[in-house]
């Protein structure tokens, strides 16, 4: 069983739509973060929520936090081709810690 | 630019054959990490550095070892790689002090490894 479950799993849209992908689990954490990992590179850091119910936008992603600290979505707003990859959540197990596991991911195309 | 570099990027060798992969970082952080990262697979933590203290995940294999000579460098080595070692593998490292309630990970780009 994954600690953390992305979904969907896959997901293929046209330029100009929006979408928004989940990051659900049953456990609640002290906070969460979003990685993009662009195909043939390393996942780069896009945001990092703390507080229950908390909303943070990047341009046009918007990120939410649950208000129990167990889930986050990300919506993104008019995708362009750029927004192309791999989208990772984030935690930490246990509050102190640095390491971080890693949900599967959601794999985005944005089709021109 | 201030960055983690692996190398090589491609990597391909023969089952059993040892196989050492390189990463180094010009960041100066403290703890550095390797990652396994197999096709639609989450990234799966194989062991860290916390300065030259070495911690390894309980369900790493034996198989994978790591050395890290100073704080620029550290190394991967897979013993002898079998067909379910081929993965992508990602080097990253973060700045740990204290007790912030989170630390940014910055990754490498990461080196794939074929094993024929």
């Known amino acids: 069983t994954q600690l953390l479950e992305q979904s969907p799993q896959f997901l293929s849209i046209q330029e100009g739509e929006n979408l928004t992908v989940y990051c659900n689990s049953s456990s609640v954490f002290s906070s969460l973060q979003w990685y993009r990992q662009e195909p043939g590179e390393g996942p780069v850091l896009l945001v990092t929520?703390?507080?229950?119910?908390e909303v943070k936008k990047l341009k046009r992603l918007t990120f939410q936090f649950g208000d129990a600290r167990k889930d986050s979505s990300l919506h993104i707003t008019a995708a362009q081709p750029g927004d192309t990859g791999l989208y990772l959540c984030?935690?930490?197990?246990?509050?102190?810690?640095?390491?971080?596991?890693f949900g599967k991911g959601t794999k985005l195309s944005v089709i021109p | 630019d201030a960055m983690v570099i692996q190398n090589p990027r491609y990597q391909v060798t023969q089952f059993g054959k040892p196989v050492t992969l390189s990463c180094s970082q010009t960041?100066?952080?403290?703890?550095m990490y390797w990652y396994q990262q197999k096709s639609s697979q989450a990234p799966k933590l194989l062991f860290h550095y916390y300065d030259k203290d070495f911690n390894n995940e309980a369900d790493t294999p034996d198989n994978f070892q790591s050395r890290r000579p100073n704080t620029s460098f550290c190394f991967l080595d897979i013993r002898s790689p079998g067909l379910g070692d081929a993965a992508m593998y990602l080097c990253?490292?973060?700045?740990?002090?204290?007790?912030?309630?989170?630390?940014?990970?910055?990754f490498g780009p990461g080196t794939r490894l074929t094993v024929t």
């Open positions: 929520v703390v507080t229950g119910g």
């Open positions: 960041l100066n952080h403290n703890v």
């Open positions: 984030a935690v930490r197990l246990r509050a102190g810690s640095y390491q971080l596991t």
């Open positions: 990253a490292t973060s700045r740990v002090l204290g007790t912030a309630v989170s630390y940014e990970q910055y």
